[in-house]
């Protein structure tokens, strides 16, 4: 399996229940190897497969998750 990192943003991010919602969201989506949110500055980590889930599938699972992000170059 090839792994691609993906960056997104989130301006939604308000407590640490936030961060564990979204990181177990993504880390039990098929494809993600590992998830890595930080609270602080609102940066999402994604490592994944880009065959098996696409950037627009990240955002919708954080979507699900309650929260508004977008794929971010930085």
Do not use: W
Not at 24 to 36: H, P, Y
Not at 43 to 69: C, F, M, N, W
């Amino acid at each position: 399996m090839t792994t691609t990192k993906t960056i997104l943003r989130s301006d939604e991010l308000s407590c640490p229940t936030c961060v564990d919602n979204i990181e177990s969201n993504l880390n039990n989506t098929e494809g993600v190897s590992a998830a890595k949110v930080h609270f602080n500055t609102g940066r999402i980590e994604v490592e994944h497969d880009p065959e098996t889930v696409s950037d627009e599938k990240l955002v919708k699972v954080i979507a699900q998750s309650g929260y508004e992000a977008r794929v971010s170059q930085f």
